[in-house]
């Protein structure tokens, strides 16, 4: 049974529809990732899950919980980082877990979390004093610290270098591997592609795909690109016949053959036989932004 | 520790690493009321006085202004702070509840003043031979409400500005004509008519003189009570009517 379920979410923000209609379920022990550009309404999304905002139509449960009606029992099943908020300044990374871990009925060990995000040795350091990524691996120390069934993290990497953004994903595997339930709200591509086992892509307020990184992938293209120089002339013709292949372009020196199926060992093949040699080869396949890009028709801008 | 308890003891924590806050809270009364006492004048008895000395008058003045500080000073600057920088929205998404958030920082709030209004009046006793309270229930009684009703303007300045800073000029707009009101530059026995009825319908108008007839062993008036009793449920029905998380 689905943990979280939404169907059919609205809502609006002064006559002007931020939600529109956003139905998706997420199975126990998922990294479920919602994607899409800024305002397209994710975190508005998320936030109705959370409770933090009262829906204008449609339903949700998570663990069979209405949030609206029973805030006090979500709140004990669902941990959540949120976007822009903070600590008081001058409390010490152990208080802030001391005390958030008192606020729980069957808290998680908090010092074993500490030791996971590697903030043992920042216990008595002051929040203020600490850095983003530190800031950010509390953050997520104290969405765990109520052992939450469901932990929801609404843009966790912006704003941290690659090797802490990188650090922040393998926590995070980490994290779903004690069988909590992700809910991940995220703008990069990559962090969905490298995370989430299914992915709600969201824009202008509306589902408009829910499936795994490489089903999106797959449902909008499964043509291939290879770009080469080749080492003598070579006569398109050569190419186009091949079954693989559906175009032959040319760029500057390159040479960009489009297709299907098994293009690169027909395309070497065909080229050997020729003795032209392929210098600089590369294949680009269709990546979760292209998705987007046919899912949206528009650019992804992040 | 239950919640509320490792809130309260986090938030006393933290008062306490706020050095100008806390020179503000716990050290200022104490020091205004040595320097009082300092004055030649304010020590002799004054028939126009009832025989008191103005150094009487100012214990009572002193612990009221005390109230102010920490209500107007710590307490809502603490807390629009908060929410300004979503600290209270972080916590919302916790099982904390708001009222708790609330409990902790008046229980706070109360425990650090009475321990204030402790020092000042010792301070008055050793040093100054000031009468302690005669009417030691009235005297708490009084205090109590002046507490509860400085208390609840603070959390209703706290819910109307929108950031720490804007709190803490609010606040300091709002301390001089209340504390003026409670006798800090003229005692109330000196004001002419106008100014001691306008103090009497102030909160700490009424809070020092219902301190100062416990002090000489009455129970206050009822019009005080009553009129520290309207200003908590005026002031702290809108701060909880205009509470904001974020």
Redesign the interface.
Known sequence: MAIIEVDGLVKRYGGHTVVDGVSFAVEPGEIFGILGPNGAGKTTTVECV?G?RTPDGGTIRVGGIDPQHDT?EL??L???Q?Q?????D??RVG?AM???S????GPADWRDLVDTLRLTGKLDTQFRRLSGGQKQRLSIA??LV?NPKVAVLDELTTGLDPQARRDTWDLIEDVRDRGVTILLVTHFMEEAERLCDRLAVIDSGRLVALDSPAGLVARVDERQRIRFRPSAPLDHAVLTALPEVTAVERAGSQLVVTGTGNLLLAVTTVLARNQVVAADLRIEQTSLEDAFVALTGRPFEA | MSALSRLTVTETRLFFREPMIVFFALAFPPILLVVFGAIPSFREPDQSLGGLRVIDLYVPIVVAMSLALFALNSLSQLFATYREKGVLRRMRTTPVRPAMMLGAQLLMSTILSVLTMAVVLAVGRLAFDVRLPRQLPAYLLGYVLAALAMFAIGLLVAALAPTGKSAGAIGTVLFFPIVFFAGLWIPRDSMNDVLRTISDLTPLGAGVQSLQDATAGHWPQLLHLAVMLAWTVVAGGLAARYFRWE
């Open positions: 959370e933090l006090g709140r004990q669902l941990g959540a949120l822009e908020s903070e600590l008081p001058k409390l208080e001391e005390l958030f008192s606020f729980y009925r104290l969405a109520g």
